[in-house]
C-alpha cells in the first residue's frame, strides 16, 4: 500500500520524472538496479515482483536485533509486536521500494552515499502508527544521533529525552 500511495503521490508532483522511478539508492543494504527478488520475507513481500532488497535484507528487517543497522527494536525494554510491525514496515519500504526517487538525496556519510529525506506518510498511516506505538518507551529523543557504538553495537546508556 505504501509503495503505490508514494508511486501516486510522485505522479502528481510538478518535480516527476519517469527516471526518478525504478531506481535503488546508493545505500548499505540496496541492490544496484531494482529486479524480482521471490522470497523476500513477510513484510516487505510487496515488493517481490520489482526490489531494492535482497531476501536476506528482507529477513534481517524483520529481526530485533538485526546486522542491517546494529539495531535493537528493543533498545528500552520491550516493544510490542503491534508498535513494531510499523517500524519493520518502515524498514521494508526503505530497503525494498525502488520507487524513493524523488525523494533521494546525496549524503556524505561512511555507511550510505544517499538517503531520503521528507517522504509523505498517510494521514491514516500516521495515525495507526500513533494507536499502536502511543504507550511505547524509548529512551532516546533521536534515533539518529548520540549513540555509543565504540563495541560495534549501540549503547543506550546515554538517555536524552
Same mark, same amino acid.
Given at each position: 500500500?505504501?509503495?503505490?500511495?508514494?508511486?501516486?503521490?510522485?505522479?502528481?508532483?510538478?518535480?516527476?520524472?519517469?527516471? &526518478?522511478?525504478?531506481?535503488?539508492?546508493?545505500?548499505?543494504?540496496? &541492490? &544496484?538496479?531494482?529486479?524480482?527478488?521471490?522470497?523476500?520475507?513477510?513484510?516487505?513481500?510487496?515488493?517481490?515482483?520489482?526490489?531494492?532488497?535482497?531476501?536476506?535484507?528482507?529477513?534481517?528487517?524483520?529481526?530485533?536485533?538485526?546486522?542491517?543497522?546494529?539495531?535493537?527494536?528493543?533498545?528500552?525494554?520491550?516493544?510490542?509486536?503491534?508498535?513494531?510491525?510499523?517500524?519493520?514496515?518502515?524498514?521494508?519500504?526503505?530497503?525494498?521500494?525502488?520507487?524513493?526517487?524523488?525523494?533521494?538525496?546525496?549524503?556524505?556519510?561512511?555507511?550510505?552515499?544517499?538517503?531520503?529525506?521528507?517522504?509523505?506518510?498517510?494521514?491514516?498511516?500516521?495515525?495507526?502508527?500513533?494507536?499502536?506505538?502511543?504507550?511505547?518507551?524509548?529512551?532516546?529523543?533521536?534515533?539518529?544521533?548520540?549513540?555509543?557504538?565504540?563495541?560495534?553495537?549501540?549503547?543506550?546508556?546515554?538517555?536524552?529525552?
Amino acid at each position: 500500500m505504501w509503495d503505490m500511495m508514494i508511486l501516486l503521490l510522485a505522479l502528481s508532483s510538478s518535480s516527476f520524472s519517469e527516471d &526518478k522511478l525504478n531506481m535503488c539508492m546508493d545505500a548499505k543494504h540496496h &541492490k &544496484k538496479v531494482p529486479g524480482p527478488e521471490g522470497q523476500l520475507y513477510l513484510q516487505c513481500a510487496p515488493w517481490r515482483d520489482n526490489a531494492c532488497c535482497t531476501a536476506n535484507t528482507s529477513t534481517e528487517a524483520h529481526e530485533d536485533n538485526s546486522y542491517l543497522y546494529n539495531f535493537n527494536w528493543n533498545h528500552c525494554g520491550a516493544m510490542s509486536d503491534e508498535c513494531k510491525k510499523h517500524f519493520i514496515q518502515d524498514t521494508c519500504f526503505y530497503e525494498c521500494s525502488p520507487h524513493l526517487g524523488p525523494w533521494i538525496q546525496e549524503v556524505d556519510q561512511s555507511w550510505r552515499k544517499e538517503r531520503i529525506f521528507n517522504v509523505p506518510l498517510c494521514k491514516e498511516d500516521c495515525h495507526e502508527w500513533w494507536e499502536d506505538c502511543k504507550n511505547e518507551f524509548t529512551c532516546k529523543s533521536n534515533w539518529h544521533t548520540g549513540w555509543d557504538w565504540s563495541s560495534g553495537m549501540y549503547s543506550s546508556t546515554q538517555i536524552s529525552m
